[in-house]
């Protein structure tokens, strides 16, 4: 973020938001990346005019959004139900962009875990935007550039230092003959009116259909939005995921239970190994022997347990 930043003149004439997976932890990321911008740089606020050469930073623990009405643009935080197990989000961000400013929004993905910004990528693209992903082979992680380089139909791969002239030019061509506007699909309307808070559960029906998951936030029902790639889901809360980030919740689910079984396990050991010593000492030398005999049972399944999580590790 510090060299795309960098690139970005001091007459910028675009508004920049940036998101970041900062969780609910404190910030110091406007502090940090205005020391090499020539731009102004603060969290942003909701109702927040969205001005040309300022840049605006996701506090943690809210989704940053834009909105247009008749008054103009301006911002709107959010601490609606997390997606991709994050909030801030990306998604969000570029959804509430692309339906806001159709051509004119350009969303760039830099290096990330999983694909976070990939539905939003697609959201701007169907409403006339464009789109630029930091180039995977210099990312620190590949994977959100590179699924959105596979999936949301990429403008420009650039190494980071790149990316801030190039944005340049793309926004000084914009202002000279932008593109003519597209229809915002409904999937993305229906997706920004529950990060805005005002879920509409009855649309879900309209955009997607009930999948036989469940939500790892919540355990609601998970609908499969449609005509997105690779498929993502929503819940009745307002939790969503992209099937990637669902398959990780999944598998920190399993790795969950069996370790809590393990535990359980163990316990069950102990307390036949006590029964068994109790048993003894009343000369109940039958019942001794039976529950040694369920203790080592425990004590053998907990091993297998123990072994496949191990393996599953390595």
């Known amino acids: 973020m510090q060299a795309v930043l960098a690139g970005l003149p001091a007459g910028f004439q675009a508004a920049v938001l940036i998101v970041m997976h900062v969780g609910q932890r404190e910030s110091i990321l406007p502090s940090l990346l205005a020391s090499s911008c020539a731009l102004p740089v603060k969290h942003a606020h909701s109702h927040e005019a969205l001005l040309p050469g300022r840049v605006l930073v996701a506090p943690p623990d809210r989704h940053l959004l834009v909105l247009r009405d008749g008054t103009g643009s301006f911002t709107q935080l959010s601490r609606s139900a997390r997606e991709n197990h994050c909030r ?3 998604d969000p961000l570029f959804r509430s962009a692309a339906a806001s400013y159709g051509p004119r929004a350009i969303g760039v993905i830099l290096s990330g875990q999983l694909d976070d910004g990939t539905i939003g990528l697609q959201a701007i693209k169907m409403c006339g935007g464009q789109a630029i992903a930091q180039s995977p082979d210099e990312a620190t992680s590949a994977d959100m550039p590179s699924s959105a380089i596979e999936h949301a139909d990429i403008d420009r791969v650039l190494k980071a230092r790149e990316i801030g002239p190039i944005l340049t030019a793309m926004v000084e061509a914009a202002q000279a003959g932008p593109a003519p506007p597209r229809p915002v699909p409904e999937w993305v309307k229906v997706e920004n009116r529950f990060v805005s808070e005002d879920m509409d559960m009855d649309a ?27 498929p993502h889901y929503r819940c009745h809360t307002g939790h969503a995921f992209s099937e990637r980030s669902l398959a990780g919740s999944q598998h920190r689910n399993v790795e969950e239970a069996l370790w809590s079984a393990v535990r359980a396990l163990h316990e069950k050991e102990k307390l036949y190994r006590q029964m068994a010593d109790a048993a003894h000492t009343g000369s109940y030398a039958r019942a001794a022997e039976e529950y040694v005999e369920q203790a080592l049972d425990a004590q053998r399944k907990a091993e297998v347990l123990r072994s496949l999580l191990a393996s599953s590790a390595a």
């Open 204 to 230: 879900l029906s309209r955009i997607g259909h009930p999948s036989t998951f469940t939500c790892p936030e919540c355990n609601g029902t998970l609908w499969q939005i449609d005509g997105t790639r690779p």
């Open 88 to 90: 801030p989000a990306i």
